[in-house]
Every structure is written in C-alpha cells, then in structure tokens.
C-alpha cells in the first residue's frame, strides 16, 4: 500500500494563478481532510469529507474548493492564490470508525 | 465546540531523561478520541499514541504513555529514556467518535533533545 499521496511536494506560485493539490489513498478510508500548517498555528482543517459525494467545510476554507467524486481522491483547489495561501498542506484519511488519521507528505505552496 | 490546547511552545530534556507534554481540551461529548502525533524535520506526520475516551487504562507504547484524565479533561503524554531521535513537533488532536468526525488539532509543543 502507498498510504496516502500528495503531489506537487513543492509549488511556486504567482497571486492570482490558480491550481490543484492533488490528494490519493488506496485504503478505501472514508474519511479524507485537508489542513493547512503555519508556523505557530499548528494544522488547521480546511475542508473535509465522509464520502464519495460529501464535502463539508472546516475551519479556514475561504480561497479553496473541494470535490469527492471517488474514495480514493481528494483534490484540493486553489482559485485565485494569494501570499496568504503561503504554507504547507496536509492530506489525511481515515476510517469513520477506528479514529487514526493517516498523512501525506505535505505540499509546500509559496504564492509570491 | 472543541478546543485543544497546549500550552507548551517549547520543551527541553536530557537525554535518557524524562519528559512530559501536556495538552488539554475542552469537549460536552462523552465518548472520543486522542491522539498524540509527531512531526519530524521531515514534515511527515507519525502517530505516537492515541486513546479511546471509553477506556480508564492509559495507553502506552513503548517508551510513551499517557496520563488521560477525563474529568479533568487532560491528556498528557510522557517519553521515558528520551533519544535524540525524539527531538520534533508534537501535536495532540481531538476527534468526536460521532457526528462530523472533524479532527481538532493543538498548536504543537517542540521538543528539543540535549545530549
């Protein structure tokens, strides 16, 4: 098993370019989220989903869109970048069930 | 709604010596999870330990444990014999075991390791 992926691990962006985090687990979790870390703030959910076809929003998810259309994928869009939008993204999966949360790698976005 | 809080930025320990995180959190739910999380240099984030609230009995692994205090709505996490490799960011998080499944993190404690 891969676990969960993400792709790019490192992005540079210009305000205002748009563009997808990609997300994968091929450990038909239920559950995916994606958080954002920043220095000092520790991870913040941005948005999650409990299935194929549900997504909700978490704690920060102004400037960010989500769709499920499978278990397996979990892509995250940046619409309009902007410097704010400067961190590092995590990908996550679970099941419902059990509690543990598994990780990617994380993204690292600089939006300059 | 859920809060975890750490209130640790920093953390020191020698090595071979003791050490305890402290984390808290403030939930009206009765059943739920803990976790303690570990995050390297390297970014990746490695679960340490977690706890299911139903459970009296402190969960260990190795040379962690924890102190789980429901009441007191406390979860502290103590690394025995410390190693350099210990050295990281430590998250605790909160997960309801119903509802939403959302998963609340604290801020982090970093721990340094002195040899």
């Known amino acids: 098993n891969a676990g969960v992926t993400q792709t790019p691990k490192f992005q540079v962006l210009k305000t205002g370019q748009s563009m997808t985090l990609q997300c994968a687990q091929d450990?038909?979790?239920?559950?995916m989220s994606w958080y954002r870390q920043d220095p000092g703030m520790g991870l913040r959910l941005i948005h999650y989903?409990?299935?194929?076809?549900?997504?909700d929003q978490g704690e920060v998810p102004n400037g960010y869109n989500v769709s499920r259309s499978t278990t397996e994928d979990f892509p995250l869009r940046l619409l309009s970048a902007a410097p704010s939008q400067t961190s590092v993204y995590f990908c996550?999966?679970?099941?419902?069930?059990?509690?543990?949360?598994?990780f990617g790698p994380g993204t690292r976005l600089l939006v300059l | 709604a859920q809060t975890v809080t750490q209130s640790q930025p920093e953390m020191s320990v020698q090595e071979a010596e003791t050490v305890t995180l402290s984390c808290t959190y403030d939930?009206?739910?009765?059943?739920?999870?803990l976790f303690w999380y570990k995050q390297p240099p390297s970014r990746q984030m490695i679960l340490v330990i977690r706890q299911e609230a139903y459970k009296q009995q402190n969960a260990t692994e190795n040379r962690f444990s924890v102190n789980f205090q429901k009441a007191a709505k406390s979860f502290s996490l103590k690394i025995s014999d410390s190693q350099l490799g210990d050295a990281a960011m430590y998250f605790c998080?909160?997960?309801?075991?119903?509802?939403?499944?959302?998963?609340?993190f604290g801020t982090g404690t970093r721990l340094k390791v002195l040899a």
């Open positions: 450990m038909n979790h239920e559950y």
């Open positions: 989903s409990v299935g194929a076809g549900i997504t």
């Open positions: 939930t009206s739910e009765s059943d739920y999870y």
């Open positions: 996550a999966s679970s099941y419902q069930g059990l509690g543990t949360q598994y």
């Open positions: 998080a909160y997960r309801s075991s119903s509802g939403t499944y959302k998963y609340i």
